[in-house]
């Protein structure tokens, strides 16, 4: 077994405690040249060891290398945002609120009994007026309103050319029906 030059040495007088004799464990030992025998500090930059799971990466740190896994981030209730992920931002109202748009719930309503894929959108929208206009949400409000106005139109005017389009194959189905069936023969 080979020993370092550094290793048989004691450490300098000022490290040592008063007693003469240095306390187990904390011998730091030399070298030949008169270093220290710690290894050099890590050089600045990237960090030299990955950090601990779940814990956060320090201010200055490099990011993961791409397609390193990323860590859970701290946990946040739910029906709540991290601050700055996708938080929902209302610029302050000032002075006073804009009337109150028309909702158009009863439209919407009949909109289902005439055509119901859109009638049921026109509902959901209309629905979400009142509660907008009330948190102060005012834009919001006024874009659920026309929304609801949309598909209760479209909704309407779909029912309109259904009856239409009924109407006039009804017409040719009793036109066709005269034409070739005249009567009893009699």
Excluded: C
């Excluded at 450490?11 to 008169?34: F, I, K, L, V, W």
């Excluded at 919001?140 to 779909?158: E, M, V």
């Amino acid at each position: 077994m080979s020993q370092q030059p550094w290793q048989d040495r004691p450490p300098p007088p000022e490290d040592r405690p008063p007693s003469g004799r240095p306390p187990p464990g904390s011998e730091q030992p030399t070298r030949a040249d008169g270093s220290s025998g710690y290894p050099p500090p890590p050089p600045q930059g990237r960090p030299s060891e990955t950090p601990q799971p779940g814990t956060a990466p320090q201010p200055g740190s490099w990011p993961p290398p791409p397609g390193a896994q990323q860590q859970p981030g701290p946990y946040t209730p739910p029906g709540s945002y991290p601050p700055g992920y996708g938080t929902p931002q209302q610029q302050p109202y000032y002075g006073v609120p804009p009337p109150r748009p028309a909702s158009h719930l009863v439209w919407s309503i009949i909109s289902i009994i005439l055509f119901w894929p859109l009638g049921i959108a026109a509902v959901i929208f209309a629905s979400q007026v009142n509660s907008k206009y009330e948190m102060g949400d005012y834009a919001g409000a006024a874009d659920s309103s026309s929304k609801a106005r949309l598909f209760s139109l479209i909704s309407t005017i779909i029912a309109v050319l259904g009856i239409v389009l009924f109407i006039v194959f009804a017409a040719l189905t009793a036109s066709w029906w005269s034409d070739y069936n005249p009567g009893n023969g009699y």
